[in-house]
Nanobody, 128 residues
Framework: QVQLVESGGGLVQAGDSLRLSCAAS????????MGWFRQAPGKEREFVATIATWSGGSTYYADSVKGRFTISRDNAKNTVYLQMNRLKHEDTAVYYC????????????????????WGQGTQVTVSS
């Protein structure tokens, strides 16, 4: 089992950058594929990005964030990051970190139900 705690959210202006962090507890962090999802008011939770189990491993992004967001992980620190650049108003949402057991690679868009563990979320608000 793993516990996840997100941080780094806040209020920024369109065009700004923000980096989210997700700290994981437990000694098996490196065995989980990690992902970021987001949920805007009145909308379903949607996939943002995912990364394979090792630092520098394969990644996959939603089309809406490709080229602007970068997911990375540091297994020595049990932390996964989401660097968000050129933020847009439509990026406003609660961002969730998630861990998926089973498998090592990240090569497609995942549904939220495919992830086993979730953080509490961090709010990102982008003013236009």
């Amino acid at each position: 089992q793993v516990q996840l705690v997100e941080s780094g959210g806040g209020l920024v202006q369109a065009g700004d950058s923000l980096r989210l962090s997700c700290a994981a507890s437990g000694r098996t962090f490196s065995s989980y594929v990690m992902g970021w999802f987001r949920q805007a008011p009145g909308k379903e939770r949607e996939f943002v990005a995912t990364i394979a189990t090792w630092s520098g491993g394969s990644t996959y992004y939603a089309d809406s964030v490709k080229g602007r967001f970068t997911i990375s992980r540091d297994n020595a620190k049990n932390t996964v990051y989401l660097q968000m650049n050129r933020l847009k108003h439509e990026d406003t949402a609660v961002y969730y970190c998630a861990a998926r057991s089973g498998g090592r690679f990240a090569y497609r868009e995942y549904a939220a139900g495919e992830f086993n563990y979730w953080g509490q979320g961090t709010q990102v608000t982008v003013s236009s």
